[in-house]
């Protein structure tokens, strides 16, 4: 059992640069979201899904793009990175929209813009 | 606005000893309330979690956590830390029909032999 997977694992940018985040869970969950997580920050929300079709920004989604391509896949957009990027970046899912549930987290991309 | 502060950046305890990490949270609604733990280099697991109910809940790995909603808080404890323990841990706050975890900064907890 899968559960989330994130690629890559590790990515180093210049600035200026673009790349995609792929996310994909196999757990039929209807929620996903993608995290950044910087040290002494916590976890903050960049964007996230509660339902195939459906995107939502969330506390800091400048810099950022999202595709719901499909229930099982949410992928993130760098459009054009800058050093404020670097950041270990976190996917999750959820049954629900609502949050109730258990939110699985994959294991994490650690992403360096130079 | 929502907020969970964990006031406690870092913890060190000895093997074998009591811990209790502490979270505070801001919230308009009934809370959702979770405690997560992260390995170093690995994802989030869920610990326990809060939703209604008894104050008292019990989770894995021998954690347990206590709801105060006088307080707004959410203690985890646990009666006797092993080394395996070590990580960061953190505090979580949802609501039905919200769809944004907020995460507290964390706590990272070293174990001395």
């Known amino acids: 059992n899968a559960g989330v997977t994130q690629t890559p694992k590790f990515q180093v940018l210049k600035t200026g640069q673009s790349m995609t985040l792929q996310c994909a869970q196999d757990m039929n969950h209807n929620s996903m979201y993608w995290y950044r997580q910087d040290p002494g920050m916590g976890l903050r929300l960049i964007y996230y899904?509660?339902?195939?079709?459906?995107?939502d920004k969330g506390e800091v989604p400048n810099g950022y793009n999202v595709s719901r391509l499909n229930k099982r896949e949410f992928s993130l957009r760098l459009e054009s990175a800058a050093p404020s990027q670097t950041s270990v970046y976190f996917c999750?899912?959820?049954?629900?929209?609502?949050?109730?549930?258990?939110?699985?987290f994959g294991q994490g991309t650690r992403l360096t813009v130079v | 606005a929502q907020s969970v502060t964990q006031p406690d950046i870092h913890i060190t305890v000895s093997e074998g000893a009591s811990l209790e990490l502490r979270c505070n949270y801001s919230?308009?609604?009934?809370?959702?309330l979770f405690w997560y733990v992260q390995s170093p280099g690995q994802g989030l697991q869920l610990l326990l979690k809060y939703f209604s109910g008894d104050t008292l809940v019990q989770g894995i790995k021998g954690f347990e956590a206590e709801f105060k909603r006088s307080q707004s808080s959410f203690n985890l404890r646990k009666p006797s830390v092993h080394w395996s323990d070590a990580a960061e841990y953190f505090c979580a706050v949802g609501a039905r029909g919200y769809n944004k975890l907020i995460f507290g900064a964390g706590t990272r907890l070293a174990v001395h032999p």
């Open positions: 899904s509660a339902s195939e079709g459906t995107t």
């Open positions: 999750a899912s959820s049954v629900t929209g609502e949050l109730n549930t258990e939110a699985f």
């Open positions: 919230y308009g609604a009934t809370p959702y």
